[in-house]
């Protein structure tokens, strides 16, 4: 079946500027993640939805950042008055509902912000 | 707080040569451990998991054993090829104690020279 799936793969904007990373699961996983991962480093955890409310945002580096799930499928991060630090590759992982159960990653969005 | 340590890379092998990257852990509780790799130009994928102390997760011809004890969980292989170039991930999930977030290792590039 259909992986993790994520628009844009490539991301290029100006600091200050807005931006929108999109992420859709896989069909029926409850469970979403965001991770945010720099040149040669592993992947750093941002935000955990369980549905549609986010269950764990300890990860997100400050108000800059968010993240909605309104439908409990797709899954939209927005980054305010973005920064050069904020260039990495953005990933998205989903899994079933036990905390044991694998979580499955997408091919990720490289933002990269001038 | 959770924490991965993986060695430094890279790695150079020579083809039918053993493979062995070291990972240890501090975590509270009992987390689950996984290995992912994410091979040039691909994204992060799940190599091989364990659950529990003693558990060996296995896949194509990669082995890992979950040592509570030494907290560790090196992977190994007995002969490398080519194709296993990539780099390789430890992780944690402190699933037990509600955080769900994976927490990566910094990654261990492998290259297996013909």
């Known amino acids: 079946g259909a992986g993790v799936s994520q628009t844009p793969s490539n991301k290029v904007t100006e600091k200050g500027k807005y931006v929108e990373l999109r992420c859709d699961p896989i069909?029926?996983?409850?469970?979403l993640y965001w991770y945010r991962q720099s040149l040669g480093q592993g992947p750093e955890f941002l935000i955990y939805f369980q549905g549609t409310g986010a269950a764990d945002d300890s990860g997100l580096p400050n108000d800059r950042f968010f993240a909605v799930r309104p439908e409990g499928s797709v899954s939209t991060l927005k980054i305010q008055r973005t920064e050069r630090g904020d260039s990495a590759v953005y990933l998205c992982a989903s899994s079933l509902q036990l905390p044991t159960d694998t979580q499955y990653f997408g091919p990720g969005t490289r933002l990269t912000v001038l | 707080g959770n924490s991965v340590t993986q060695m430094e890379g890279p790695v150079t092998l020579s083809e039918e040569a053993f493979l062995t990257i070291n990972c240890t852990y501090t975590a509270t509780g009992y987390p689950s451990l996984f290995w992912y790799v994410q091979y040039p130009g691909e994204g992060l994928q799940l190599l091989l998991k364990?659950?529990?102390?003693?558990d060996k997760g296995s896949n194509k011809g990669f082995e890992a054993t979950y040592r509570k004890e030494t907290t560790s969980f090196h992977l190994e292989k007995g002969s490398v090829q080519v194709s296993d170039s990539a780099v390789y991930f430890c992780?944690?999930?402190?699933?037990?104690?509600?955080?769900?977030?994976?927490?990566f290792g910094s990654g261990t590039r492998l290259q297996v020279q013909p």
């Open positions: 364990a659950t529990k102390a003693d």
């Open positions: 992780a944690l999930s402190a699933g037990d104690t509600g955080r769900r977030a994976l927490t």
């Open positions: 069909s029926g996983h409850t469970a």
